[in-house]
């Protein structure tokens, strides 16, 4: 399994924007789908972006499409989470870790979940003032 450490996050106004990177040792970096989850004071940890292991696929939640983009480089074994116009609902805990991933057609393609195989890192901590 793969290690992974989350960093970037920090105190921003609403309307702000922050990058948090997330560097992966351990493992063959480029293999694997990865993505980025958060989590809410009081809900559950949820998936909101991910980016296949190949094919350059991507998938948003609702809840940040259009406003956060995911970018990885394979030669920096490192995953990048750009979020643009920040709401106090986007403060969370947030991490990243490998996640499931399907073919079809000989492409792969990314689903908002996590691969089990693989620990949680400690995440970073986003907060978003009104």
Same mark, same amino acid.
């Given at each position: 399994q793969v290690q992974v450490m989350e960093s970037g996050g920090g105190l921003v106004q609403a309307g702000g924007s922050l990058t948090?990177?997330? +560097?992966?040792?351990?493992?063959?970096? =480029?293999?694997?789908?990865?993505?980025?989850?958060?989590?809410?004071?009081?809900? /559950?940890? /949820?998936?909101? =972006?991910?980016? =296949?292991?190949?094919?350059?696929?991507? /998938?948003?939640?609702? =809840?940040?499409?259009?406003?956060? +983009?995911?970018?990885?480089?394979?030669?920096?074994?490192?995953?990048?989470?750009?979020m643009n116009s920040l709401k106090p609902d986007d403060t969370a805990m947030y991490y990243c870790k490998p996640v499931q991933t399907y073919w079809r057609g000989g492409v792969s393609y990314c689903r908002l979940l996590p691969a089990s195989a693989h620990d949680w890192g400690q995440g970073t901590q986003v907060t978003v003032s009104s």
């Open positions: 948090l990177s997330c +560097t992966v040792s351990g493992g063959r970096f =480029s293999a694997y789908s990865m993505g980025w989850f958060r989590q809410r004071p009081g809900m /559950e940890r /949820e998936g909101i =972006s991910c980016f =296949s292991s190949s094919g350059n696929r991507t /998938e948003y939640s609702d =809840s940040v499409k259009g406003r956060f +983009t995911i970018s990885r480089d394979n030669a920096l074994n490192t995953l990048y989470l750009q």
